[in-house]
C-alpha cells in the first residue's frame, strides 16, 4: 500500500462548487504539506502543516483553506472553485526529525482537478 | 523572477549520453539542496541531495557553487529509464521552493 494517498485521483467540477481533497498518510511524519503543480510554472506551495495544531499559509493561499484532522490526515478545501484553479495537486509529508540536509518531502499520487 | 530557474528543456540525447543540467537560486540563504524526478503524471521523487563538496550516486553526479547560486546535475551514460522531468529544489528552513523541471528524453 501507498504510504501517501490521496482521494480523489481525478475530480471535474463546475464553477462555485465547493469541492475538498483528502490525503492520508502512514509515513508517521509530523509534517504534511498541499502544492499546487501547472506546466512551466513547478510546485507551489498553498498550505503546510508542522503538526495537528499548526497550519500555515504558503506562497499561493488564497481561495484554499486546509484542515488538519490529525497527523496522518490533512485536507484541502476550494471554497468555490474557479476555473484557474484547474491544476494537479500533490499532497506531501516529510519527518522533523531528520537533518536539514537531508529532509526529503515524499509525495502522494496527486489529484487532478478541472474546473469548468 | 522565479526563485529557482531552470532551462525547461527538452533535452532529447540518444542512449549512453552524458547530459547535464543547470538550475540557479536567488536567495542567498538558502540552506539545502537536492533533485527530484518527475515522471510523466506522476509525483516527484528525491533523486538525490546536493552536498557542498558535490557527490556522487552511480551514473548521477551533483554540485553546488553556493557563491554563483548554481547547482547542477550530470547524468552519465544515460538509460531510456532516465527519461523524466528533473526538478531542482531549494530549502531554507522550513520553505521548500522547486524549479519548474528540466524534461529529458533518452531515445534508442
Known amino acids: 500500500d501507498a504510504d501517501v494517498t490521496q482521494t480523489p485521483r481525478n475530480r471535474i467540477t463546475k464553477t462555485g462548487k465547493r469541492i475538498m481533497l483528502e490525503c492520508s498518510q502512514t509515513?508517521?511524519?509530523?509534517?504534511m504539506y498541499w502544492y499546487r503543480q501547472d506546466p512551466g510554472l513547478g510546485l507551489q506551495l498553498i498550505y503546510y502543516s508542522f503538526d495537528v495544531k499548526d497550519i500555515n499559509k504558503g506562497e499561493i493561499s488564497d481561495g484554499y483553506s486546509v484542515s488538519r484532522q490529525a497527523q496522518a490526515k490533512f485536507s484541502l478545501s476550494l471554497e468555490s472553485a474557479i476555473p484557474n484553479q484547474t491544476a494537479l495537486y500533490f499532497c506531501a509529508t516529510s519527518d522533523s526529525r531528520t537533518s536539514v540536509s537531508t529532509d526529503t518531502q515524499y509525495f502522494g499520487p496527486g489529484t487532478r482537478l478541472t474546473v469548468l | 523572477r522565479k526563485e529557482v530557474e531552470q532551462d525547461p528543456g527538452p533535452f532529447n540525447v540518444p542512449e549512453g549520453a552524458t547530459v547535464a543540467f543547470n538550475c540557479t537560486y536567488s536567495?542567498?540563504?538558502?540552506?539545502?539542496f537536492f533533485w527530484y524526478r518527475q515522471d510523466c503524471r506522476k509525483e516527484p521523487k528525491l533523486l538525490m541531495s546536493v552536498y557542498s563538496s558535490g557527490n556522487e550516486d552511480g551514473r548521477f553526479t551533483a554540485q553546488l557553487n553556493r557563491a554563483s547560486q548554481y547547482i547542477s546535475l550530470l547524468i552519465r551514460d544515460s538509460k531510456l529509464s532516465d527519461s523524466a522531468t528533473y526538478l531542482c529544489v531549494v530549502k531554507r528552513l522550513s520553505d521548500m521552493r522547486f524549479g519548474a523541471g528540466t524534461r529529458l528524453t533518452v531515445k534508442p
Open positions: 536567495n542567498s540563504a538558502s540552506q539545502s
Open positions: 509515513k508517521g511524519h509530523d509534517r
